[in-house]
Every structure is written in C-alpha cells, then in structure tokens.
C-alpha cells in the first residue's frame, strides 16, 4: 500500500517530473542509463537515485541499499519527497528532486504504479506519467534470462504487467522498448523534449 507524505501540493513551474513506470524487465533503468549517457547538455534530465531496503544483488538499477532502521530514519526527518513498499521492500526517492524542479530541471524517477496517484496528489500538472512497454512474450524471455524467480513468479508478473496497462491515467505517455534500446532511450528524450516545450508555451 502506498504511504502518505501528507505534504501540499507543488505550485507549477518549468520543471517536470517524468514519472517512470513499467514491468520488472521492461528495461526502465537501461533506459534511465541511456538518458543519462545519449542526452545534450542543454536538455540533459537529471534522474534521480532510488533508495531501497533490498541490498545489491549485481543487477541492472544502481540503487542506493538502507537498511530498514536507515530507511525510517529517513522517513522520520522527511528526507524523502516520496516513498512507498512493494514486493517486500521499501523505496524512497531523496528531497532534492523537488529543489530540482524548483530550478526548472526536467527530472526522471522509476516511480511505482501503485504510488501514482498519491504521487499525483502532491505534483499535480508537474507530473508526466510515463509507460515502459513490452511485449509479454518478450518480457517474459527478459524475466527468465535474468534468473531471480520461477516459472510462477514469472507468470505473476506478466499478469500485473497487463493489469498495469489496464488502470493507466488517458494522458500517460507510451514508450516501447520492444526493440533496440537506443531508438527507446531517443524516443523517450524526444517526449520530454516535447512535453518541456509544451509546458513553456502553457506557462507564457
């Protein structure tokens, strides 16, 4: 279940949070590397690190480990701009994104779908929801060359994959990664790109 922050909402300004959602194997930290590495410097996202009570295991998300007693210290002092538990764990994104939008920065979170809409509550207009998509089949040869669960986990995640695209907000961006993964990271830059300009032209 999601977990309130009980903060106001953010008052709009040129920033956007691109809120990144998508299967486990959807390739949403390949992506977020991409951004990091292919963007200009003068439409070069920051995207922010995820702290979670899970420790390194050798995968692909560089993520920050706590452990459980650091975790709700954090949540104590609220060093957290949001935070949420899923799959047994706990993830936090740090305060600083909201001085990054504040500065106009176009900033990148994997966020949860299970958190959107509390995420939403407190960023109105700043948030960009945005889908990672992939084939089930191919997400499913994904899941299985990575080699963390079993035919059953497997399944259960595809499942709450096809569940996700189901219950998504109409005005959610679509990214597919179902081929090379440099047309995906450029297609995902472009939407930004996109929805940045938008959003000047809507502030003037």
């Known amino acids: 279940m999601p977990e ?4 106001q909402p953010l008052a709009a300004g040129l920033g956007r949070l691109f809120y990144i959602m998508g299967a486990s194997g959807a390739g ?38 706590l452990s459980d007693t650091e975790f709700e210290q954090r949540v104590a002092i609220d060093a957290f701009a949001m935070h949420w538990s899923a799959n047994g764990f706990r993830y936090g994104i ?31 207009d700043t948030l960009v929801p945005v889908l990672i998509r992939v084939d089930p089949d191919r997400l499913q040869q994904r899941l299985v060359m990575r080699g963390r669960e079993c035919a059953e986990q497997i399944d259960a995640r595809i499942r ?16 597919e990664n179902n081929g090379n993964v440099e047309d995906a990271v450029s297609n995902l830059l472009a ?11 809507w502030l003037r």
Request: aromatic share 4%; charged share 30%.
């Open 94 to 124: 740090g305060r600083e994104i909201d001085q990054w939008l504040a500065h106009g920065g176009q900033v990148l979170v994997n966020g949860s779908r299970g958190y959107l809409d509390e995420a939403r509550s407190h960023y109105g």
């Open 191 to 201: 939407a930004i790109a996109e929805q940045q300009n938008g959003h000047r032209r």
């Open 4 to 7: 309130s922050n009980n903060r």
């Open 28 to 65: 949403k930290d390949t992506l977020l590397r991409g951004c990091r590495r292919d963007s200009t410097d003068d439409m070069r996202p920051l995207v922010a690190h995820r702290y979670i009570t899970r420790k390194a295991d050798g995968g692909t998300e560089r993520h920050v480990w």
């Open 160 to 175: 709450r994959a096809r569940e996700l695209e189901q219950q998504l907000p109409s005005d959610c961006l679509v990214i």
